[in-house]
């Protein structure tokens, strides 16, 4: 009884989250809708992570691949099968969905750094293949187009709120429905997978199986991302998707906090704003080039060096223990 | 004819040069279980410290011992200051597992930008300290210099060397119980900390030791070693993280599939390569081509 | 676990101090031209500043602000200074995007300037709104025949000549040159626009390689692998030319392994303009005999030749403004398009305006005094620039002297099968003081 109470609650908080969302993005200039976009698509992206280390036990330095394989499939169905945006995204999902599947399922024996190994070696090939294939593109890209904001929504309405709106609602859905699916069987699964793979066996559970699902579904996260992603930039190329978004994201990951889902967008809004903030600093405080080329990246590296040493359950974990600090 | 003898030894000094990384990520792996991607930044690091003796002082050798003994210290270091933190307060669950990753990476990205900091961004090279001229066998240049036969003889004296020590001395067995067991270790009166340490100082020397003899044949910059830590990485994967002789295996492997497949086939798939083979090694031996039958849980 | 709920609350209650700090840092909107004040003008670059295009074109905006410092000294343009904002998007597109979006919608700029990079700038024109917005975007520095296309890119004007011209002007010169015509020939080019864009003009230019061209992914061609291809090459007999399109490095990498192998002499060595640059090639360690002879292709006049009066002008205020950096042919270009800059924001009236500055151009482009050895062909319907090159070789010091002693400047397109055309184009006379006075 309790958990269909849970349930509505959480939906009517999702509903509630959306509403906010919508108003707000009436009441800010373009270039906030821009970056406001950018954090739904990171939090998503962080979320697909969130499941599969947080919550399955796997780690994957080969989520930027990921990505591409959604905005690939995305943008091919989008130009070559002439299909609706909408349409596009959701087959960013299930391609990305069904090829982790398959990976994970060829993976599953792997354990720790030969996972981590595999999705590296992932990470840095996949993107040169689309050089190979001339339908993808080569490394000018495909266009991805979602077309400008439907005229009923007036003169005002511009390009980066209707990317904004895109994005926000995608990532509300999606993690609405994976914030579902872990407080259902499943996520019981997949934490017994992580915490102690034997009992879970002896329990009855298929774990290569359940690897294999957290996998594709984590995968099918993160290539809707993907789609988002190249949405925001207009297309996609092998070069959008390097190495160092994957280690971006883990990074983010880790900021948010493994565990929970709680904190995504904290982890979106972290990824945005602290490059920016950093490019600020160094202008502010002049000096050589080298200088002002190299700071954001060492205070970007060294604010999850500060999180992994300080808080390295995250910001949402350090939140959740302070609400549950009668223990 | 000369097509196949060419692409066996390219293989041989890509091996040699990917087995410089994959050696001293196999002894971090073996004295710490912990991957550590600040190697590759280590390395570099320690290279720019080397380029600045060699500067002064006109001779590469110094150059070369001085980066040794910096990528020692700073291995330690790194140990000392950071990663016994990070293991003291993320010790347990998944965050076990990707906070030492994270935190190495988040490291490199530091000491590039560090690098950035003092040494600017503009590439820099380094002389080789011999020939770097093909030998010339039965009248003809082969694609095999002085270098990198040094290079090839480096690599076989470190691996035998450090097998030795991680096998046959009281100094290995230590490295290796508190890798695996530090409870245990400590039990046995073995000063765990102490010993991790040392093991940092060995893979930062042996990193040191990849970066100035790989940046010869390359450039210097603050991002140079990206690509050879990844294929580095990789090459250990193939071997199996536990041995030496796999990273030096693996990185043979790897190089010879990669010499061959762009000789052969093209050279667009140098990283597509990389992928299917470890893809093919992992599918048949899940810990590596020299991984002791069972795999452990990390 | 986090129970959901309570989570939920968390993600509304941050939204809101989310929601009130970001919308605390928008700035209003303008109501005329943003980026133009009466003593200033705000001017925007997007490029990559590390790494291989870094290496090539890094020098790049220094360049240019080393020329606008030059102008702000004499006067500015109508008295306003000129201010130009740098941004580095390690050839990334979503770092190119959300830079020159920035750029744009925070900083407010009037206009954009050289920006650089294919698979980047073609993001980041459509995610920053340029055309949407009307912001001019102003010599492009990519060799993409693609932004020359008004309807796609409206306010896009180029300025170096396409890959595919250059693949076209070099055909042209090989089958007119006796001892290069009989010869087999070869391509070795990066995977990306470099290649593709050269092999179609090559295609376009009626030329054929002796075998398929050698392609290698960014970063991807090491040592080992150089000295393979090479060797495999080596088994053809004659003299066979070798072509390379690709950055300063991996020409670098490829030169190294010819060395290594005594190769040196088997090719005749033919670099692309990206990474032909000479300094960079003996920087990088290559040897200067093997540079001597090499061919490459250009539309400036060598950045060494300090008897040319635009190079003896930027020379100058090179090292005045622009301490601590060698003078070399990227410093050049950069300082050339700045230079077409102000021409342009001159041109346009006191009165400036985004509009007026892209009719400025279209009407008085072409007549716009440059170092380039080759026209420029803006007009009401082009958004061309330069179109040409000139052929030089190399000798050890690394300056590029003319074929044979005599300077042949050939113009083409990019699109078409024509053969390229001599041309007898003669440059304006460099501004005094390198400062232009033009209306």
């Known amino acids: ?327 | 004819m000369n097509q196949f003898i060419t692409a066996v030894l390219t293989s041989l000094s890509s091996g040699a040069i990917y087995a410089l990384m994959s050696i001293s990520l196999v002894l971090v792996w073996r004295s710490t279980r912990v991957i550590n991607f600040a190697q590759a930044a280590q390395a570099v690091l320690t290279t720019y410290i080397g380029y600045e003796v060699i500067t002064r002082s006109g001779s590469f050798w110094l150059g070369l011992i001085v980066a040794v003994i910096a990528g020692g210290i700073i291995g330690a270091g790194i140990d000392i200051l950071f990663m016994r933190e990070i293991f003291k307060r993320a010790s347990t669950g998944p965050i076990a597992m990707i906070a030492p990753v994270v935190a190495t990476t988040a490291l490199l990205g530091v000491i590039y930008s560090l690098i950035g900091f003092i040494w600017g961004i503009s590439y820099k090279t380094i002389e080789a300290p011999v020939s770097t001229n093909g030998l010339s066998i039965f009248g003809s240049v082969v694609a095999f210099s002085p270098f990198n036969l040094l290079v090839l003889i480096t690599v076989t004296i470190s691996m035998v060397v450090l097998t030795i020590l991680f096998q046959k001395t009281n100094i290995g067995l230590a490295l290796r119980a508190s890798a695996h067991a530090p409870e245990i270790s400590k039990l046995s009166g073995i000063k765990v900390d102490a010993v991790r340490t040392l093991g940092w100082a060995i893979a930062g020397g042996a990193g040191s030791l990849a970066g100035m003899l790989y940046i010869p044949g390359s450039y210097l910059y603050p991002n140079s070693m990206a690509v050879l830590l990844v294929f580095g990485f990789i090459a250990a994967v193939i071997g199996g993280l536990d041995s030496l002789f796999g990273a030096v295996a693996g990185a043979m492997v790897l190089g010879f599939a990669i010499n061959f497949s762009a000789s052969y086939v093209s050279y667009k798939l140098v990283f597509p390569t990389a992928f299917v083979i470890l893809i093919l090694v992992l599918l048949i031996k899940p810990n590596g081509i020299f991984s002791s039958g069972k795999g452990r849980r990390d | 676990m986090i129970r959901n709920s309570r989570a939920k609350r968390f993600s509304v209650v941050s939204t809101a101090v989310i929601a009130a700090a970001l919308t605390l840092s928008t700035l209003p909107a303008q109501a005329a031209d943003p980026g133009v004040t009466a003593s200033e003008i705000k001017l925007g670059y997007s490029g990559p500043l590390t790494g291989s295009a870094g290496l090539v074109y890094g020098k790049l905006p220094g360049g240019m602000k080393a020329y606008f410092d030059h102008i702000n000294a004499n006067g500015g343009v109508y008295g306003r200074k000129i201010n130009l904002i740098i941004k580095d998007d390690k050839y990334l597109p979503t770092l190119a995007a959300t830079q020159t979006t920035n750029l744009v919608l925070r900083d407010n700029v009037f206009a954009l300037v050289g920006a650089l990079g294919t698979p980047t700038h073609t993001k980041a024109y459509a995610a920053a709104s340029l055309a949407k917005k009307n912001v001019p975007d102003l010599f492009v520095n990519t060799g993409f025949s693609g932004f020359a296309n008004k309807s796609k890119y409206p306010t896009a004007f180029m300025v170096l000549p396409s890959y595919a011209m250059e693949a076209k002007i070099i055909a042209k010169f090989i089958k007119d040159t006796p001892a290069l015509a009989p010869q087999a020939s070869f391509l070795i080019a990066q995977d990306d626009e470099f290649g593709v864009d050269g092999i179609n003009g090559f295609k376009l230019g009626g030329h054929t390689f002796t075998a398929a061209p050698t392609l290698y992914p960014q970063n991807g061609l090491s040592a080992a692998l150089a000295e393979g291809a090479l060797t495999k090459l080596s088994a053809v007999p004659g003299k066979p030319i070798l072509i390379l399109f690709g950055t300063t490095d991996t020409t670098a990498t490829i030169l190294k392994a010819a060395e290594k192998l005594d190769l040196v002499s088997k090719f005749t060595w033919l670099a692309g303009s990206v990474g032909g640059d000479a300094n960079t090639l003996l920087a990088l360690g290559v040897k200067p005999a093997t540079i001597n002879g090499a061919l490459a292709a250009s539309f400036f006049p060598d950045a060494k030749d300090s008897t040319d009066p635009y190079v003896s002008e930027f020379m100058k205020i090179n090292a005045k403004y622009n301490t601590g950096v060698s003078f070399d042919n990227t410093v050049l270009q950069g300082m050339n398009s700045a230079m077409l800059t102000v021409q342009a924001l001159r041109a346009a009236g006191k009165n400036l305006t985004r509009a007026g500055v892209m009719k400025a151009i279209e009407s008085k482009g072409a007549s716009f005094a440059s170092a380039g050895l080759v026209p420029l062909n803006y007009s009401a319907t082009s958004r061309v620039g330069y179109n040409g090159y000139w052929f030089g070789q190399l000798n050890e010091k690394g300056e590029l002297k003319p074929y044979g002693g005599k300077l042949a400047v050939f113009t083409t397109d990019s699109s078409s099968t024509e053969a390229p055309t001599a041309s007898t184009y003669v440059r304006k006379t460099v501004p005094k003081n390198g400062v232009p006075t033009n209306s």
């Open chain 1, 1 to 327: 009884m309790s958990k269909v109470v849970t349930a509505k609650k959480r939906l009517f908080a999702f509903i509630l989250l959306g509403w906010v969302l919508l108003i707000f993005s009436d009441r800010v200039g373009e270039l906030t809708q821009y970056r406001g976009a950018f954090v739904a698509t990171y939090a998503l992206a962080i979320a697909s992570i969130i499941l599969l280390t947080g919550y399955s036990g796997q780690l994957s330095l080969g989520h930027s691949a990921l990505m591409a394989v959604g905005a690939y499939a995305g943008a091919l169905t989008i130009n070559n099968l002439k299909l609706h945006p909408v349409v596009g995204l959701i087959a960013a999902a299930l391609v990305a969905g069904v090829f982790g599947l398959v990976f994970g399922y060829a993976a599953a024996r792997l354990s720790g750094p030969y996972l981590a190994g595999t999705t590296l070696a992932l990470a840095v090939s996949l993107p040169t293949i689309a050089n190979q294939f001339p339908i993808l593109g080569g490394e000018q890209g495909l266009l991805f187009d979602v077309g400008a904001p439907p005229t009923r929504l007036g003169e005002e309405f511009s390009q980066y709120q209707w990317f904004f709106w895109i994005s926000c609602l995608s990532a509300l859905i999606m993690i609405w429905l994976l914030v579902n699916l872990l407080n259902s069987r499943y996520g019981r699964e997949f934490r017994a997978l992580r915490d102690n793979p034997i009992a879970a066996q002896l329990a009855g559970i298929n774990t290569g199986l359940q690897k294999a699902m957290a996998f594709g579904l984590s995968a099918g996260i993160a290539g809707l991302s993907g789609g988002l992603l190249v949405m925001l930039i207009s297309g996609v190329s092998p070069s959008a998707f390097p190495l160092s978004l994957s280690f971006l994201l883990l990074a983010g990951a880790v900021i948010t906090g493994v565990y929970g889902l709680g904190g995504v967008m904290i982890g979106g809004v972290i990824l945005v704003a602290i490059p920016e903030i950093a490019e600020s600093i160094a202008i502010a405080l002049g000096g050589s080039e080298g200088f002002t080329i190299s700071l954001p990246d060492f205070m970007v590296g060294s604010l999850v060096i500060l999180t992994v040493l300080f808080t390295p359950y995250g910001i949402g974990g350090q939140l959740h223990k302070l609400k549950h600090h009668k223990h």
